[in-house]
């Protein structure tokens, strides 16, 4: 089964399992927008002191956004009581060492596999970011992710999904560094 999801700047945004197994989304106001080229209070600043591949970083501290701290665990923040649960949570970034805070590559399709089979596709934000919320992934997953006409899926089989806990600047447990888009 395949359901396609679009994650973009929406202050909620949520995935429910449905009876059949087959995830569907919500989004409150489709009229939202979500635009890295615009410098607003949503924590994009394109004055950066150049260390991000993308030249644009999130600004606003610690501010509700699905936009917000692009490259960190989000699974790990978020499992401390503050802001919506996720099952799978990451960013693909500009360049393999961005540092943290650095916006990614929006418009990014990630493409889920889960344990039964089930495939979500996910659509990067305007910051990179991409999630599931609440819920729990049928273990094992893959991932694949789709930028450009190019493909690039993931050395193996994944258990956890905080991308980011692997996918830091430098690279944890076999992780290169950041997620990026195929070449």
């Not at 359901?3 to 009876?19: M, R």
């Not at 009229?31 to 394109?46: E, I, L, R």
């Not at 659509?123 to 694949?144: D, H, K, M």
């Not at 006409?149 to 994944?158: D, I, L, S, Y």
Request: net charge negative; hydrophobic share 30%.
């Amino acid at each position: 089964m395949r359901s396609a999801l679009s994650f973009f700047a929406l202050s909620a945004f949520t995935v429910t399992v449905a009876c059949n197994g087959g995830k569907t989304g919500s989004a409150p106001d489709s009229s939202a927008t979500d635009s890295a080229d615009t410098v607003d209070s949503g924590g994009f600043d394109t004055s950066t002191n150049g260390s991000c591949s993308t030249g644009s970083e999130w600004t606003d501290g610690n501010h509700g956004s699905s936009r917000m701290h692009p490259g960190r665990d989000c699974i790990d923040c978020h499992s401390g009581g503050e802001g919506p649960r996720f099952a799978l949570a990451g960013t693909v970034q500009g360049a393999i060492h961005d540092p943290d805070d650095c916006n990614g590559i929006k418009d990014v399709i990630v493409h889920v596999t889960d344990g039964n089979g089930d495939v979500t596709d996910l659509t990067t934000n305007s910051a990179g970011n991409f999630f599931i919320e609440g819920g729990r992934l049928a273990t094992p997953y893959t991932i694949a992710i789709e930028y450009g006409g190019h493909t690039r899926e993931m050395a193996g089989e994944q258990t956890d999904g905080a991308c980011a806990s692997c996918h830091t600047v430098d690279g944890t447990q076999d992780a290169p560094g950041r997620i990026v888009v195929p070449d």
